[in-house]
C-alpha cells in the first residue's frame, strides 16, 4: 500500500520560509505528478504547486517567484521551498500524488494526511 507522509510544517515570520517534504512509501514503480495543495479555514482546498516525473511545474499565480517545488524520483519525494511567507499563506498544506503504479496496484489520487503552516505577521 502506498502512503504519503509530510513533514516540514510549522510556524514562521513573514518574510521567511519554510520548507515541506512528502515521501511517498511502498513498492512504487512510477508517479506521474506530485504536489501540494493547501486550505485555510472557511476556504476550498486549493492547488499550490505541481511537478511531473519529468520536471514540468505548475504554480497558483499567488505563490509564483516566492515557492519553489522540486522532486527526488529515486526518492519518491517531492519538495516545496516556500521563501517571503506572507500571513495569507496560512493553511494546512496537503502532498498528492496522482497516477501511482506500485506494486499492490494502481492509485489514481492519493492524498497526504495535511501539514499545518503559520505565518505571523
Known amino acids: 500500500q502506498v502512503q504519503l507522509e509530510e513533514s516540514g510544517g510549522g510556524l514562521a515570520q513573514a518574510g521567511g520560509s519554510l520548507r515541506l517534504a512528502c515521501a511517498a512509501s511502498g513498492s512504487i514503480f512510477t508517479i506521474e505528478s506530485m504536489g501540494w495543495h493547501r486550505q485555510a479555514p472557511g476556504n476550498q482546498r486549493k492547488l499550490v504547486a505541481g511537478i511531473t516525473d519529468g520536471g514540468s511545474t505548475v504554480y497558483a499565480d499567488s505563490v509564483k517567484g516566492r515557492f519553489t517545488i522540486s522532486r527526488d524520483n529515486a526518492k519518491n519525494t517531492v519538495y516545496l521551498q516556500m521563501d517571503s511567507l506572507k500571513p495569507e499563506d496560512t493553511a494546512v498544506y496537503y502532498c498528492?500524488?496522482?497516477?501511482?503504479?506500485?506494486?499492490?496496484?494502481?492509485?489514481?489520487?492519493?492524498w497526504g494526511q495535511g501539514t499545518q503552516v503559520t505565518v505571523s505577521s
Open positions: 498528492t500524488a496522482v497516477d501511482v503504479r506500485a506494486e499492490g496496484g494502481e492509485y489514481r489520487e492519493l
